[in-house]
């Protein structure tokens, strides 16, 4: 690392559902309550890779809301099971076709039934940004005593990345965000822009850097993180911290990255065999 750059991750693992998602599906679900989505008894919809779907159930439970989540047939056994604890339905939509095959298929039940859906869409939602411009970003900011310069994190529906450039760029911090490498990869929650559906808040003016990661380097910074810093993540929060590392030898500072959930999510798939 560059001399005076320090990294420190922000373990969002630690929310009541375990992930980063907590905070957007609690501001969805009580902005659609305000807006009347809910009345009626209608069902939160949702598209999900995972960590929003968990996240959403138990809101769901919470507040007394029915959830049905659309998710690909290819996420982590241990997502899909903690959304069902928490009482949600959970459909699978063709592996081959992604996250994005799972909005399609939100979308047309959607259309079908606007009797029985609530659909939230954290894709297009305001308030998965505003989630965390208004927690994420004060917290990162007071947690650092106000000495953070760079905040990285990963783009999937873009809202973590958005929000902490509404709460931290005006302070002077550099906003990093961090894509996978290449269309195909197994980096669960994140999104190659180029290449997937476009989550219509996504824009790119909101990060001052843009860097890729391929799968191989995720998987093996999530390996190392548990057994040499005894930091368990999944993908993701391995290739947010690669390319955290990546800034610190070029530039000075304390570099903040988001760690969007825990590595017990995983332990089903490949990166802990």
């Known amino acids: 690392m560059a001399r005076d750059a320090e990294v420190w991750a922000k373990l969002e693992s630690a929310n009541p559902a375990g992930s980063v ?27 999900t890779s995972g960590n929003t779907g968990v996240a959403l159930a138990l ?15 290819k996420v982590a056994a241990e ?23 799972a909005i399609r298929e939100a979308r047309r039940r959607a259309a079908e039934r606007p009797d029985l859906y609530a659909y939230v869409d954290q894709y297009s939602n305001p308030a998965n940004p505003l989630a965390h411009e208004l927690t994420t970003g004060p917290e990162i900011w007071a947690q650092s005593g106000g000495r953070v310069t760079h905040v990285v994190a990963g783009v999937g529906t873009s809202g973590t990345v958005l929000g902490l450039s509404a709460a931290l760029r005006p302070r002077g911090v550099r906003v990093v965000a961090a894509q996978p490498a290449e269309p195909f990869h197994g980096i669960e929650g994140w999104k190659h822009m180029a290449s997937a559906m476009r ?20 998987h093996a910074m999530a390996r190392r993180l548990a057994r040499e810093e005894g930091i368990f993540s999944g ?14 030898r070029e530039e000075r500072g304390i570099i903040v990255v988001v760690i969007a959930d825990g590595g017990e999510r995983y332990l089903s798939t490949a990166l802990y065999d």
Not at 59 to 73: K, R, T, Y
Not at 203 to 212: C, F, R
């Open 59 to 73: 809101v769901g439970a919470v507040l007394g809301h029915a959830v049905e989540l659309v998710m690909p047939d």
């Open 199 to 218: 989550p219509a808040i996504w824009d790119e003016s909101a990060a001052d850097v843009h860097l890729a990661v391929s799968t191989e380097e995720a």
């Open 21 to 47: 998602k907590d905070r957007p599906a609690l501001w969805m679900t009580v902005a659609a309550e305000d807006e009347g989505q809910l009345a009626a008894g209608r069902t939160i919809l949702e598209a």
């Open 79 to 101: 997502r899909r099971r903690m959304a069902a604890a928490f009482g949600a339905t959970v459909v699978l939509s063709d592996p081959l076709e992604g996250t994005d095959g």
């Open 235 to 248: 993908p993701s929060g391995g290739a947010a911290v690669t390319a955290a590392l990546r800034v610190a």
